[in-house]
C-alpha cells in the first residue's frame, strides 16, 4: 500500500524558513519522480514543484523560484521541501504527491495527507 | 496554461448525472487529470490521461476530451460523491489546475 506522510509544517514568522519532509513507503520510491502542491485557506490547489527520481532534474513554480529547493534521498525515501524567505501567501496546507511514472506527461497518482504551513508574525 | 473549469458550482440530487468541463488554453493533448476533494481532506486521484481511471476508483467515473475540450461524467450520484471536482494539465511546466467545481447537493 502506498503512504506518503508530510511532516514539518507549522508557524512561521514572515522570511522565516521551514523544511517540509515527506516519508513514503509501499513503493520503489527511486523510480518515480515526486511533487508538492499546496492549498490556500479556502482555495483551489496550486502545482508548487516536481523532482524526478534521479534528482536529475527540478521545476518550480514562479511563485516559489529561487525561495524553495526540492530535494529527495532516495536511501530514506523522503522527499523534502526547503522553503526560504516566507511570505504570508505561502500559508496553505502542502501536499507531497507522487507520480504515476515522471510527472511530465505521466500524471498524480497518489497524495499524502498534507502538512499546514503557516506564515504569519 | 489556464485552464477553466465550468460550472464552478452546481446542485444535483441522488442518482442524477452530473458532468464537469474542462478548457485548456491551448492544446494538452490528453495529459488531463481529474481529482476529487472533500473538505478536510487531501484530493483523491480520480483519472489521468483524460479517460483511464486510476486504479480502485468506481467505474461510475469517466472522463472524456483531447486537445483543449474535456469532461468528467459522474453517474448515479451517491452522497459520497459530493465533493469538489478539480482538473489538472501535465502536458507542459507550469502545471496547472482549474478553480474547482463543488457538486453539492440540492
Known amino acids: 500500500e502506498v503512504q506518503l506522510l508530510e511532516s514539518g509544517g507549522g508557524l512561521v514568522q514572515p522570511g522565516g524558513s521551514l523544511r517540509l519532509s515527506c516519508a513514503a513507503s509501499?513503493?520503489?520510491?527511486?523510480?518515480?519522480?515526486m511533487l508538492w502542491v499546496r492549498q490556500a485557506p479556502g482555495k483551489g490547489l496550486e502545482w508548487v514543484s516536481s523532482?524526478?527520481?534521479?534528482?536529475?532534474?527540478?521545476y518550480y513554480a514562479d511563485s516559489v523560484k529561487g525561495r524553495f529547493t526540492i530535494s529527495r534521498d532516495n536511501s530514506k525515501n523522503t522527499l523534502y521541501l526547503q522553503m526560504n524567505s516566507l511570505r504570508a501567501e505561502d500559508t496553505a496546507v502542502y501536499y507531497c504527491?507522487?507520480?504515476?511514472?515522471?510527472?511530465?506527461?505521466?500524471?498524480?497518482?497518489?497524495w499524502g495527507q498534507g502538512t499546514l504551513v503557516t506564515v504569519s508574525s | 496554461i489556464q485552464m477553466t473549469q465550468s460550472p464552478s458550482s452546481l446542485s444535483a440530487s441522488v442518482g442524477d448525472r452530473v458532468t464537469i468541463t474542462c478548457r485548456a488554453s491551448?492544446?494538452?493533448?490528453?495529459?488531463l487529470a481529474w481529482f476529487q476533494q472533500k473538505p478536510g481532506q487531501a484530493p483523491k486521484s480520480l483519472i489521468y490521461a483524460s479517460s483511464s481511471l486510476q486504479s480502485g476508483v468506481p467505474s461510475k467515473f469517466s472522463g472524456s476530451g483531447s486537445g483543449t475540450d474535456f469532461t468528467l461524467t459522474i453517474n448515479s450520484l451517491q452522497p459520497e460523491d459530493f465533493a469538489t471536482y478539480y482538473c489538472q494539465q501535465y502536458d507542459s511546466y507550469p502545471f496547472t489546475f482549474g478553480g474547482g467545481t463543488k457538486v453539492a447537493i440540492k
Open positions: 491551448q492544446s494538452i493533448n490528453n495529459y
Open positions: 509501499g513503493f520503489t520510491f527511486i523510480s518515480y519522480s
Open positions: 523532482i524526478s527520481g534521479d534528482t536529475a532534474t527540478t
Open positions: 504527491a507522487k507520480c504515476i511514472s515522471g510527472c511530465h506527461k505521466g500524471g498524480i497518482d497518489y
